[in-house]
């Protein structure tokens, strides 16, 4: 099952949304595990830290999924 994060803005960068969450403890370690590309958008491997994720948009990390809601 899906984990559903609400944003407040119209998206949030890869990057933030790990740190947000609470899955990395620091903007470097997030920089890298996605540079290692450990993380998925949509069902593809995302090398970008500053990918933009939008409202509907599925981030997979750690083998949990979360979309991306609107408020």
Known sequence: MKEKVIINDEYIKLDSF??????????GFAKQVIKEGLCKVNGEVE???GKKLYPKD?????????VIGEK
């Open 47 to 49: 090398y970008r830290r």
């Open 18 to 27: 790990l740190k947000f969450q609470g899955l990395v403890e620091s903007g």
């Open 58 to 66: 599925i981030v997979e990390f750690q083998n949990k999924e979360y």
